[in-house]
């Protein structure tokens, strides 16, 4: 009898699979979804909507209320550890000791605002990156003998900043009561900004700690997503609106029953506009926000609204949106659960159904996966269905087959680059070969005691050290300008009596690291297309300095034909191509911004029979630079 029911039972779920899947064959997935959401959700959504949502809302008002206030309070303590984070940040920078030493002091040596400008640097740029959402990190000063660096230095011009220009925020900063204090920026409710003074010990305001903060960082994840779709506001003391769940009422006043214009303060006031004012003042500018339409007024709201003060006399208000809420109804929640679990077995059924058939067809696939892992690229799989699985079953039979193209590909390709490196191998025989032939013409210039063969064999053999040594891309100055010397003294015993050579070096920027023959070409362009040995009283002259801002400038004057300007506007557009491969400018250029990227430059000055002037500029580099990866 048992065993009668069972078949009885498997039998009818089996015409039941059957059915669903000859309904759901056709279908995609996305159908197939649709199907499982009609049933699984909407379904029952429906019906327990039409009258049961509401009693039980109203059962669990008390349990709705009580984790609102709980909600509230966990997000004031966030936005409090928040703040106060920030607000130590601040502090902190503005109290350095050796920071308002240095900003009182008056400067007469470079050498000692460059110190001052490391030590700002050294010691708040990594400061400035402790927390998340700082967009900018300034800090201002009135030393007049001291630089701004535009990094963290700066004194306040005539630029904009936070909604208005550095001066006057600067100015009404200074009439703030508070020496740390919020504000938002007018126009832009995605940036706050914390101000804090920078005040020595005799009460001197020296300047300001500027910190501007990305609103989504510091409030934007508690705040615009309140507890059920509610709204949220931070206000300070004056009820401005530093934050809230609607960005555009940021700025606005905050008008409650509970508030009047009694309570505003004059520190409130400077948190909220940057300005410290009286309570006359924030009382007359609450009736012009109220003429203005910039309130946002709550006072007859029916909806729940939860305060919870927070540090610095600022406040979080919570508005909460509430439903009319009935008390629960035993039978209704009982009728509730006997729909609900109806229409999931119900809905388990068809789900399982057409899981079963997804996840074997998965597996089938992972199975030839795992074919294909083990090299056997004519892996494939049937397919049948017209859904998203079949597109994927598709899908993979093409990737199987391009596959083993690419591994035949990759096989051709590893023996092109073995044959590659045996021909670079092969390479490395020549300058080998150079160095052995130059070295046993100089020994048979000894032997015939010929000097000048000798100085000759000499520069030729400094000069293709440098020029054929591919295992280097950047050399110290010294060895560059040893480089030079080099082809200079093969020029010399080219045209003899010819160029007269001067040099004007800087002992102190020849261990700096530049890019390996830059100047090289340069001088070479003072014969090819110069024509210096053509005009008498050729002059070449070089020279390598250390200029301000940490930069080395190296030059090359020659007293040749000069370029023409149609010539040198092409050079500058790197459209000119001259005898011999052009001037070379736009080689060095590249090499330059590869190891130096912005920092450096190539300018070329020129009068067309008269002169000209090549200048390389980059940041002096005591270290080997390296590619950078921008570049």
């Given at each position: ?101 240095r900003?009182?002091?008056?400067y ?28 900018d ?40 009561q ?14 706050s ?125 919570a ?36 899981v ?128 030079v ?60 300095a ?14 040749g ?18 005898k ?7 080689n ?24 000209t002037l ?15 990866r921008?570049?």
């Open positions: 009898m048992i065993y009668s029911v069972v078949k009885g039972d498997e039998a009818l779920r089996q015409r039941l699979d059957k059915w669903i899947l000859g309904f759901t064959r056709r279908m995609r997935l996305r159908g197939k979804i649709v199907v499982l959401y009609v049933m699984i959700l909407l379904l029952p959504t429906l019906v327990l909507s039409s009258g049961a949502v509401y009693w039980v809302i109203r059962s669990f008002h008390q349990s709705y209320t009580n984790t609102a206030e709980e909600a509230v309070q966990q997000t004031a303590q966030v936005v409090d550890f928040s703040k106060k984070s920030y607000d130590l940040l601040a502090v902190r920078t503005a109290t350095d000791g050796e920071l308002i030493a900003l009182g002091r008056e007469a040596d470079m050498t000692e605002v460059v110190d001052t400008v490391n030590y700002v640097d050294r010691t708040f740029l990594i400061t400035s990156k402790y927390l998340p959402g700082i967009a990190f300034r800090i201002y000063h009135t030393n007049e003998t001291l630089v701004q660096d535009g990094q963290l230095l700066w004194r306040p011009e005539a630029r904009k900043l936070s909604g208005m220009d550095e001066r006057s925020w600067y100015d009404e900063a200074k009439k703030s508070n020496p740390l204090f919020w504000s938002s920026v007018p126009g832009n409710p995605n940036q900004v914390i101000t804090r003074k920078i005040i020595d010990n005799t009460g001197n305001l020296l300047g300001m700690v500027y910190i501007l903060l990305n609103y989504d960082a510091v409030f934007g994840e508690l705040l615009d997503h309140p507890f059920n779709g509610g709204s949220l506001y931070i206000v300070d003391d004056a009820h401005r609106i530093l934050a809230a769940t609607d960005r555009s009422e940021i700025g606005k006043r905050l008008q409650l029953k509970a508030w009047d214009a009694g309570s505003l303060t004059g520190t409130a006031g400077a948190a909220a506009t940057g300005t410290g004012t009286s309570v006359a003042s924030n009382a007359a500018s609450s009736a012009e926000d109220e003429k203005k339409g910039s309130v946002v007024d709550l006072s007859d709201t029916k909806e729940m609204l939860l305060t919870q003060p927070l540090s610095s006399h600022w406040t979080l208000v508005l909460m949106r509430t439903k009319h809420l009935d008390n629960q109804n035993r039978m209704i929640l009982i009728l509730i659960v006997s729909i609900v679990t109806f229409f999931l077995l119900l809905s388990m059924s068809l789900m399982t159904t057409i079963r058939n997804i996840v074997r067809r998965i597996r089938k696939l992972g199975m030839r996966m795992g074919d294909l892992s083990r090299g056997e690229f004519e892996a494939s799989v049937r397919y049948s269905q017209n859904d998203e699985l079949g597109d994927l079953e598709n899908r993979f039979n093409s990737m199987s087959e391009r596959l083993g193209r690419l591994v035949e590909d990759i096989t051709k390709a590893g023996l092109a680059e073995k044959e590659q490196a045996f021909k670079a191998l092969q390479a490395q025989i020549n300058p080998h070969f150079i160095y052995n032939s130059l070295g046993l013409l100089r020994w048979r210039a000894m032997d015939a005691d010929d000097g000048e063969q000798i100085q000759i064999i000499d520069a030729l053999t400094t000069f293709y050290r440098i020029t054929l040594n591919n295992r280097i891309s950047s050399i110290r100055i010294r060895d560059e300008l040893e480089h010397k080099a082809y200079l003294d093969i020029c010399q015993f080219r045209y003899p009596g010819r160029v007269k050579v001067e040099w004007d070096i800087d002992e102190g920027a020849l261990d700096f690291y530049t890019v390996k023959t830059v100047l090289q070409p340069i001088v070479e362009n003072c014969y090819l297309h110069g024509a210096i040995t053509r005009k008498p009283g050729a002059v070449i002259r070089i020279a390598v250390r200029e301000a801002g940490n930069m080395i400038r190296m030059s090359v004057y020659d007293s034909q000069g370029i023409p300007a149609h010539v040198l506007a092409a050079i500058g557009q790197g459209t000119h191509v001259g011999g491969g052009g001037f070379g400018t736009p060095i250029k590249e090499r330059l911004a590869l190891y130096f990227g912005s920092g450096a430059a190539l300018t070329i000055d020129s009068e067309p029979g008269a002169w090549v200048s390389v500029v980059f940041p002096a580099c005591s270290a080997e630079p390296m590619i950078r921008e570049a």
